[in-house]
């Protein structure tokens, strides 16, 4: 059986699990700084949590595998998002992906995004 790694776990999630040669992260979320703020501003703000995230867990972006974006507007968020998303992408790990429209947990909060990485 393979040994499942948890890092910055509370009661109801861990933020990176780590099995078998893949990192999941959880749905990361602006820093409390960004919240309320503009879209550019939050997204930027969850890439560079992803960023330190992977790098703790031992990977990068170039390895992602999948993401999952949820956007509390999408009609007014998804090209800024979407143009910030593409500048941050590695070129040679562009991952699948799929973004939707939600109501998240906070009304400041205007984007999610959880990834899936190889190590």
Not at 83 to 111: F, Q
């Amino acid at each position: 059986m393979s040994a499942i790694e948890r890092k910055h776990s509370g009661p109801l999630m861990s933020k990176i699990v780590i099995h078998n040669g893949t990192v999941y992260l959880s749905g990361i979320v602006p820093t409390p700084e960004a919240e309320g703020k503009d879209i550019a501003t939050q997204t930027h703000s969850v890439l560079e949590q992803i960023d330190a995230l992977l790098k703790e867990a031992g990977t990068d972006k170039s390895r992602l595998i999948s993401a999952q974006i949820w956007l509390s507007d999408i009609d007014h968020d998804f090209s800024t998002m979407n143009s910030i998303w593409g500048e941050w992408l590695d070129p040679n790990g562009i991952p699948t992906r799929a973004t939707v429209e939600a109501k998240l947990a906070r009304p400041t909060v205007n984007v999610e995004i959880q990834v899936t990485a190889a190590l």
